[in-house]
């Protein structure tokens, strides 16, 4: 446990943030993995967990206007720097990224695809990314409703596209994503 794990949630989404967490483990956790493969409720606990330890979180969030802007790439780079930020590590800590990519921060990295998978600290931050930006959709759904954005939480189901299709996109829908600058093209929007 000498090491700090990064990941995101939301990278292909339609609509909503990029969610990036920082989780550096000071105890074993139990039951820690790839936040896809944990049912909803598990995640929960286990997040809650993972909070109530000695464990440093930190979480950062570009929203969809920020994703269109500077591209997906480079918004989660960014969430990534900031949930590390956010945590308070020191430069020495090793941090064990989730993917191809590494956010441009002032210590040592180490990108491993599906890292969430076999680095207990990624597979927290896996969870509280998930778990938060969860968060975050739950309230864009209250907004804006008939889109089941706390359903699907911005990704692009049938009922989303359809939804987008039909009504326009919200603010909170990325418009540089096809689906939703091609129902710009043909309907406008919100």
């Excluded at 292909?12 to 956790?29: H, K, R, T």
């Excluded at 907004?143 to 089941?148: C, D, K």
């Excluded at 326009?168 to 990325?174: A, F, Q, S, V, Y």
Aim: glycine share 12%; with cysteine; charged share 25%.
């Amino acid at each position: 446990m000498n090491e700090a794990g990064i990941d995101e949630a939301g990278r292909g989404a339609l609509a909503g943030p990029v969610v990036a967490a920082c989780v550096f483990l000071n105890e074993a956790i139990p039951g820690l993995g790839d936040s896809k493969t944990i049912p909803p409720a598990r995640r929960k606990a286990l997040v809650k967990c993972i909070y109530s330890s000695t464990a440093q979180v930190g979480v950062g969030v570009m929203g969809a206007a920020e994703v269109d802007k500077l591209g997906i790439v480079e918004a989660t780079m960014r969430a990534m720097g900031l949930a590390w930020q956010a945590a308070g590590l020191p430069k020495e800590v090793l941090v064990v990224i989730d993917g191809n990519d590494s956010p441009k921060i002032p210590a040592p990295m180490r990108p491993i695809p599906k890292a969430d998978r076999d680095h207990k600290a990624v597979g927290a931050a896996s969870l509280v990314a998930k778990v938060s930006r969860d968060a975050i959709m739950h309230g864009l759904d209250k907004r804006w409703s008939g889109y089941g954005l706390g359903v699907h939480m911005g990704y692009g189901t049938e009922r989303h596209r359809r939804a987008i299709e039909e009504k326009g996109p919200t603010p909170c829908h990325r418009r540089s994503f096809r689906p939703v600058a091609f129902s710009l093209l043909v309907g406008g929007g919100a």
